[in-house]
């Protein structure tokens, strides 16, 4: 067994490989650039080696500065995560000739399998059923236009050493094919060095399911099951749970049978995932099989009882596998939300900053019998950057069976605290709530097709507004009681707190007595009906567990002027309890509108501007293109929303923006 392995990552998933390290008694070594001198994978590791400046591109993907890491800590292994060097044939050469152990597949099926023009050709002549599309390198624009017009919109504009939805478009027309090639090739070469193109038909309303696949050095080979994959956003995956509640048992096996098949092929060994888009009829085409371990593997985990990162490090080091394809069983079920810094009431646009308060659910089994898993790189206190991927946390929830892990789930969101930067979490909760995920009946276009218009936040329905309700009256008279024992006060102008509340919230408004009788705390509402409270809350506490008609509701509480925001299930509102006489004044009060930006280009997300398409004076159509930002290794076009002059551009391209500067306005 290895003696120290280098992890050749950063984030969550180094702080994932330190984690089975440690418990294999295996020594670590963290690298880190400029921005990731704090991180938390450079706490966990015994050791830790600076490689350079913050972008990728000048540290974690330069292989002779891993080479001069492992000079310097004598490590006789590596570990290389998931993205950046993880595919990288040459950084596995490159170890293999310094004798230094590669965790990972061999060489060989890293170059056949890890590009994925190379990949599609061996599995069409091995009689993989693949999508049809382009395999050959596109030298330019107008050649992508004249491929994808033959092959048939909508296609896929993808990099041949992509990966984690870097360097991927979807182009429905010419106008996207243009526009997308030159976007996936900017793409692709800062992500990975490699700006290789390829382009395929686009299946619509396909799920997206993969089979784990997992090989040792001894020609054993077998298939972990498989991972739905399907509810995607930009091709990045946002949920996935294992297994699939699609597949039947034959599918399964003949999908795990040709993963296998395609694995020995090229003299697999390690952990793989070979994807697969699979139609309503339950027909799957070969995608692509990625050589390494995938960021989802957290779901695999919980339902095989098997940790991965420990296999690979096995497999490595020589060990054959100590189980057979017979020993593989699925036990319940298991779903991973993978919390992003990005806002989602903008478009799902990056986001940066500090995190001024993280605190995840608890982790381990819970009283119910499901289990909370949450594999995170971050901390209070911590900074998200903007050279690196999105990522805050990997939340995983596995129950005896599908709709017990939904619920898990939910509530382990409900209690999931995360302040200082926008980010996905009211999103995640929203969609658990769906009846369509709820059924399983999931594709890839999920997300546009239940949020065609982006996320405006969940609306609640008349029982989650009452129960809000009842939650903000219940926090507002705590705060009135603790107000009213107050030391020092004028005896005749004590604080006499009432039992008559006007509670509105979310465009309704509720009528409300607060009382106590033999049986706890109640709120009655002006129909009679009554509801039971009980609560942990006190003031200054962000998190609390309220009883509702004794059924617990984890809502984050925070005090906003006169108001009380409440965030439940994806819900997020301002409660206000008033006085009967105090709301009745409120009503009287004129609404301030917002300012007016419809003449202005305001910057969406924290970036750099990378170009201006546009100068004053021009007009513009809508749709049009008129400035690109790039943001977490991501390249955003800014269009037009309507035809316009350009009156003026306020800033010039690299100029490095805040979330709403001005970069243009229009007459």
């Not at 974690?60 to 060097?85: C, M, N, R, S, W």
């Not at 290789?196 to 997206?208: L, M, Q, Y």
């Not at 009846?435 to 329905?461: C, H, K, M, N, S």
């Amino acid at each position: 067994m290895f003696k120290k392995i280098l992890i050749a990552n950063r984030g969550e998933i180094a702080c994932r490989v330190i984690r089975t390290a440690k418990k294999l008694g295996i020594a670590t070594v963290a690298v880190y650039s400029d921005a990731d001198r704090d991180a938390m994978h450079v706490r966990l590791a015994n050791e830790a080696v600076h490689i350079g400046p913050s972008p990728s591109s000048q540290s974690y993907i330069v292989i002779d500065k891993i080479l001069e890491a492992l000079g310097k800590t004598g490590a006789d292994a590596v570990h290389p995560g998931y993205g950046f060097l993880s595919e990288n044939a040459a950084f596995a050469e490159a170890l293999e000739k310094e004798g230094v152990a590669f965790i990972g597949p061999p060489v060989k099926a890293i170059e056949a399998m890890g590009d994925k023009i190379t990949s599609k050709k061996l599995a069409a002549k091995a009689g993989v059923s693949t999508v049809p599309g382009h395999m050959g390198l596109i030298e330019d624009a107008d050649e992508a236009v004249r491929i994808a017009s033959s092959i048939g919109f909508p296609v896929m504009i993808k990099a041949s050493a992509g990966g984690g939805g870097k360097g991927m478009r979807i182009a429905w027309n010419e106008r996207e094919a243009r526009e997308g090639f030159q976007s996936s090739k900017n793409e692709a070469k800062n992500a990975f060095g490699d700006d290789r193109i390829f382009i395929e038909k686009f299946v619509t309303e396909p799920r997206h399911i993969e089979i784990q696949v997992l090989g040792d050095k001894h020609g054993n080979t077998l298939y972990l099951g498989e991972r739905e994959c399907s509810i995607q956003r930009r091709n990045q995956k946002v949920i996935e749970e294992a297994p699939s509640p699609f597949l039947d048992e034959t599918t399964r096996r003949a999908m795990g049978e040709q993963a296998v098949a395609l694995a020995r092929a090229v003299g697999y060994h390690s952990a793989g995932t070979v994807e697969f888009i699979v139609d309503a009829e339950r027909n799957f085409y070969f995608l692509e099989m990625n050589t390494r371990l995938q960021v989802e593997h957290p779901v695999t985990e919980l339902v095989t009882d098997l940790d991965l990162v420990e296999q690979m490090i096995r497999v490595a080091a020589g060990e054959k596998l100590s189980f057979t394809q017979d020993d593989v069983k699925l036990e319940g079920w298991a779903i991973e939300s993978r919390l992003y810094a990005e806002d989602p009431y903008r478009n799902f646009l990056p986001s940066i900053g500090r995190l001024t308060r993280y605190r995840p659910p608890e982790e381990g089994r819970q009283d119910d019998g499901t289990v909370i898993r949450n594999d995170t790189g971050v901390f209070e206190g911590g900074e998200i950057s903007m050279y690196y991927d999105p990522m805050i946390a990997k939340l995983c929830a596995w129950g005896p069976d599908r709709a017990a892990a939904v619920e898990a789930m939910a509530e382990a969101l409900d209690a999931f605290e995360v302040e200082g930067i926008g980010h996905n979490l009211p999103f995640l909760s929203a969609v658990m709530q769906q009846e369509r995920f709820r059924e399983g009946r999931l594709t890839t276009a999920y997300i546009a097709e239940e949020f065609a218009d982006g996320f405006q936040g969940v609306t609640p329905d008349e029982a989650s507004a009452m129960k809000l309700a009842a939650v903000a009256v219940t926090v507002n008279q705590a705060l009135q009681e603790r107000a009213s024992q107050i030391s020092g006060t004028i005896g005749n102008h004590r604080r006499v707190v009432g039992h008559e509340w006007v509670t509105s919230l979310a465009e309704r408004e509720f009528q409300m007595t607060s009382g106590v009788s033999a049986d706890g705390a109640y709120v009655r509402f002006a129909d009679e009906r009554a509801i039971s409270v009980a609560s942990d809350w006190v003031p200054g506490r962000t998190l609390a567990t309220f009883n509702i008609d004794n059924q617990p509701m984890a809502v984050k509480v925070d005090l906003v002027g006169t108001g009380i925001r409440l965030r439940w299930r994806g819900i997020d509102v301002v409660a206000r309890v008033r006085s009967p006489r105090v709301a009745e004044l409120a009503r009287l009060m004129p609404k301030k509108l917002p300012p007016d930006t419809s003449k202005m280009l305001l910057c969406p997300m924290p970036g750099v501007v990378t170009s201006i398409t546009v100068k004053a004076g021009d007009m513009v159509e809508a749709g049009q293109s008129l400035a690109v930002v790039e943001a977490m290794k991501m390249e955003n076009i800014l269009r037009a929303e309507k035809r316009a002059t350009v009156k003026r551009v306020a800033i010039a391209a690299g100029a490095s923006l805040a979330v709403d500067e001005l970069i243009m306005e229009f007459e």
